[in-house]
């Protein structure tokens, strides 16, 4: 069974930074976009950034220029620096895979945060931040 678990989630204070990691197992293919999102309480889902196999990346408006996805592929592990946090970036962080492929970087950044069965989801790792 595919398995993504996250870590590195944390409290920080307004303008710190936290670095999360994802390990994925399970694989016997690589996926073609892994990526980050986040729910916080009584708000939807929001990707929050994916990586492509080939390395390009999409970000949210809501975190370009701060945050900044990377991956290790030979060890199937994708992370997300987060820099300049802000209050409103707490939140619950799931790292996913796609299972399917075809997508654009803005596509998968939207499918990411679908019950749909495009991406396989983790567990998730808690961001606090305080003003």
């Known amino acids: 069974a595919v398995q993504l678990v996250e870590s590195g989630g944390d409290s920080s204070q307004a303008g710190g930074s936290l670095r999360l990691s994802c390990t994925a197992s399970g694989y016997t293919a690589r996926n073609e976009y892994m990526g980050w999102f986040r729910q916080a309480p009584g708000k939807k889902r929001e990707g929050v950034a994916v990586i492509s196999n080939y390395g390009a990346a999409t970000y949210a408006d809501s975190v370009k220029g701060r945050f900044t996805i990377s991956k290790d592929s030979a060890k199937n592990n994708v992370y997300l620096q987060l820099n300049s946090l802000k209050f409103e970036d707490t939140a619950m962080y799931y790292c996913?895979?796609?299972?399917?492929?075809?997508?654009?970087?803005?596509?998968?950044?939207?499918?990411?945060?679908?019950?749909?069965?495009?991406?396989?989801w983790g567990q998730g790792t808690q961001v606090t931040v305080s003003s």
């Open positions: 996913a895979a796609a299972v399917t492929w075809g997508m654009t970087g803005i596509q998968a950044l939207e499918l990411m945060t679908q019950a749909s069965g495009h991406f396989y």
